[in-house]
């Protein structure tokens, strides 16, 4: 998990960063970080429904972290 997030902070390419939490997400789909940063690159790649996906599910794994909430408004 700690390297999907810092190829995704190190601003490597979005479909490098997708590929890599794609990955962690098949191992553990149950993880609202990975499912919130899959939201953030999807919003900046302007796939809304995609990023609106990740973040709902990240929200519903921790309803009270207010990253997740934040970007779902």
């Known amino acids: 998990m700690t390297s999907s ?3 995704f902070d190190r601003g490597f390419p979005h479909e490098a960063a997708l590929k890599i ?3 962690a997400l098949a191992h553990s789909p149950q993880n609202a970080v990975l499912h919130r940063q899959m939201g953030r690159i999807q919003k900046q790649k302007n796939n ?3 990023a609106i996906k990740h973040y709902t599910e990240s929200y519903r794994l921790e309803p009270n ?4 909430l934040n970007n779902l408004g």
Do not use: A, C, Q
């Open 5 to 7: 997030l810092l190829v």
């Open 21 to 23: 939490l794609e990955s």
């Open 48 to 50: 809304i429904p995609e």
């Open 65 to 68: 972290n207010i990253l997740t």
